[in-house]
């Protein structure tokens, strides 16, 4: 069996386009000035008692205490769901 002499520059052309490909680029978003950010004490901070979403004794959440919406993918892996 004989290689195919182009195919190693193929494979160097995509790795090099690949790379460029997924290259950073850069940000345009104008962070605001600290005066204009509202301090932290100005939310309303209000506390939502969970415990009759959750099991007594679990420490794991598990797909039962989700309302699933929308199914995004699904793979090698599992899936992935809009909740």
Known sequence: MER???LPRICT???LWLHRKHR???CSLQLPAPSQLSSPGEGVVKE???T???KEG???ADPSQFELLKVLG???FGK???V
């Open 80 to 82: 992935c769901v809009i």
């Open 48 to 50: 939502i008692n969970i």
């Open 4 to 6: 195919d002499p182009k």
């Open 52 to 54: 009759h979403h959750v």
């Open 58 to 60: 679990s420490e794991k």
């Open 74 to 76: 699904q793979g090698s």
């Open 13 to 15: 052309f995509l790795k």
């Open 24 to 26: 950073a680029k850069p």
